[in-house]
């Protein structure tokens, strides 16, 4: 069933205001930082909240015109799955599946048919009489996934169901999921996710809010690809700085010149980013000059040293304008021979052939 929704809930000061599309058998994931408005928008979806204007539907059914038609969450066809598995402790893993058919009406040895059915598709079938304080961590979101599809919604949403996971737990709970929402022609899914690899490996099209609005939407690939807000930029281990379009590059609000290869939307004199790979960052110490010509070289200091994966990634602190936050990755060698620590000064280069500039 497809979605569609136009949203605007004022909480306070706050405003959240969205419109949102997901074709049947798709997945859109909602992207953003924290109190940007995702779990608000999707407290409207589940019938949670009510918007203060606007309207949700869903394959031609109206869920909510505000102010006068507001379907209770329950009579929604809506399914949700959490970070926390929220089973019940008293029930058996099948019964904690077989809740959700009994709940629409099915008999009890039919709700218990299709938990059967479901615990054997997410390969928790040998948990069926288990309790719930038995299971891991992993083996309770399986059954927790089995139970939000057993119900047969129209419409899944997804609140951040890998963040309570363990590193080893999260990667075959992220290919379960490929694999059943795949396999849903009908169904709609929205995804509310902070892990890029979610929204890569499992979702169609992606929204970035901030503020309460959308500010990039796209296919998943392209916007972690081409990030146009610091937020997707730092999720999609990118740098981003932002400024106006000029015809080789891009002017800060400071008046420096960031020489890059400008994207065929491009427009000068127009908002635009500057963004870059940490691995094309060069890292000299203070003073000293940089190797060969690169058109883009800025003095910074370094905030933070951390591991990620087999390099260094380096963070800055304060710097001359658009040093200010930028990431560079280094070997841990080249880190012991300049001698980096936090708060030593430092030259940063970047050729202008790996900056790429988009429109803001």
């Known amino acids: 069933m497809t979605l569609h929704a136009e949203l605007e809930l004022t909480r306070g000061t706050f405003t959240v205001s969205a419109v949102l599309d997901v074709p049947a058998g798709t997945v ?22 009510e918007p203060s204007s606007g309207m949700v539907t869903l394959g031609g059914r109206t869920l909510t015109r505000s102010p006068r038609l507001h379907v209770p969450p329950h009579a929604r066809g809506v399914g949700l799955l959490a970070q926390d598995a929220m089973l019940f402790p008293h029930l058996s893993v099948v019964d904690n599946v077989a809740f959700a058919p009994r709940s629409r009406g099915a008999s009890r040895a039919a709700s218990r048919e299709i938990a059967g059915r479901w615990l054997s598709e997410v390969d928790a079938a040998e948990l069926a009489e288990r309790k ?3 299971l891991s961590g992993g083996q309770a979101q399986r059954v927790a996934i089995a139970r939000a599809l057993a119900g047969e919604p129209e419409l899944l949403l997804l609140d951040e169901p890998l963040a309570a996971l363990d590193v080893d737990a999260a990667p075959a709970i992220r290919g379960l999921l490929r694999r059943v929402l795949r396999g849903a022609e009908r169904r709609a899914t929205v995804l509310v996710t902070h892990d890029p690899l979610d ?18 939407r796209g296919p998943a690939r392209e916007v972690l690809a081409a990030p146009r807000t610091p937020f997707t930029a730092r999720i999609a281990g990118l740098n981003l700085v932002t400024g106006t379009a000029v015809d080789t590059g891009l002017r800060t609000p400071a008046g420096q010149l960031i020489s890059g290869i400008p994207a065929p939307d491009v427009l000068a004199g127009e908002p635009a980013v500057a963004v870059f ?7 000299y110490p203070a003073g000293t000059p940089t190797a060969g010509s690169p058109r883009n070289t800025v003095a910074a200091v370094v905030a933070t040293l951390e591991p990620h994966g087999p390099v260094v990634r380096l963070r800055t602190m304060d710097g001359a304008g658009w040093a200010e936050g930028v990431a560079a ?11 980096l620590e936090p708060g030593t000064p430092i030259r940063l280069s970047v050729k202008a052939a790996a900056v790429a500039i988009h429109p803001a």
Do not use: H, I, W
């Open 28 to 49: 859109l994931a909602v992207l953003g930082p924290n109190g940007s408005g995702k779990s608000t928008v999707l407290s409207c979806l589940a019938g949670l909240l």
């Open 132 to 134: 719930p304080a038995q």
């Open 199 to 216: 929204a890569l490996a499992l979702a169609d099209q992606v929204v970035v809010f901030a503020e309460g609005r959308v500010v990039e």
């Open 277 to 283: 790979q940490p691995g094309a960052v060069a890292v």
């Open 329 to 339: 990755d280094l070997t841990p060698a080249s880190v012991a021979e300049l001698g």
